[in-house]
């Protein structure tokens, strides 16, 4: 095809563009149609022109709009993100709560039984009549119960001291609560037993003769003191 007139001037194929009014003359070869020339009127090229540019902005305008619109939507994903991210947060701290709250619950019924123990070890200490100071032989149990005791969670350590029914109540009284305090003071300075870790030691008197009173070996095993070790059943998880 041949260059393009314009008045008097040539044109190449550039300035055909979209809204031109052109005149074409040519001929046809096979099923195709060979333009020789292409004419038209510079006032219509002008406006052609005029159409073109502004459907350029137009075009520019509708690609920074699309642009905008793409960060836009990326911006909205991204909150979308942040917003699921923080829901299941919520949801993770929701669950946490209960699960603490279930533990707090499940604690507090267990703890209501804290009459309720259970009897880890025990030592008993015979003492002779009349009399409140511990046997040497003792010694060593007592800290083999005490250091037993440490492996324990949550133990404690209960002394009850006893007397047997023979002679004065009060002056049994007085001897039952004389050996608990000799065989605590034993666990608190030489097994080095936590104060917080001891109950009350307990004077029983003359309450629960397990001996036969009639008879000096049943006196004997009246007179004693009985150190146990304790683990609630709450803490134990029962």
């Known amino acids: 095809m041949g260059m393009f007139k ?13 809204g031109l009014a052109i005149k074409v003359e040519g001929y046809y070869h096979d099923t195709r149609f060979i333009a020789r020339t292409v004419r038209f009127k510079g006032n219509d090229l002008k406006h052609a022109e005029a159409i073109e540019a502004g459907m350029h902005e137009t075009k520019l305008q509708a690609q920074q709009t699309q642009a905008e619109l793409e960060k836009q939507k990326v911006e909205l994903e991204k909150q979308k993100a942040e917003l699921d991210a923080q829901r299941q ?45 511990v046997g040497p032989k003792y010694t060593a149990q007592l800290m083999a119960l005490v250091e037993k005791a440490k492996t324990i969670e949550g133990y404690m350590i209960e ?27 034993i666990l608190l300075q030489q097994g080095k037993a936590p104060l917080t870790r001891m109950l009350a030691p307990g004077a029983m008197g003359e309450s629960e003769q397990v001996g036969n009173a009639n008879m000096p ?22």
């Open 89 to 133: 947060a919520l949801q993770q701290q929701e669950a946490k709560v209960a699960e603490n709250k279930a533990a707090i619950e499940a604690a507090v019924a267990r703890f209501g039984q804290l009459d309720d123990y259970y009897i880890m070890d025990e030592v008993i200490v015979y003492f002779d009549n009349g009399k409140v100071k």
């Open 6 to 18: 314009a008045r008097n001037k040539k044109l190449s194929m550039a300035a055909l563009i979209p």
């Open 217 to 238: 070996e049943g006196e004997a095993e009246n007179r004693r003191v009985v150190v146990r070790v304790l683990q609630n059943k709450a803490i134990a998880g029962v």
């Open 159 to 185: 002394v009850k001291g006893y007397a047997s029914a023979s002679g004065n109540a009060a002056l049994n009284q007085k001897l039952s609560e004389d050996r608990a305090n000799n065989v605590t003071n």
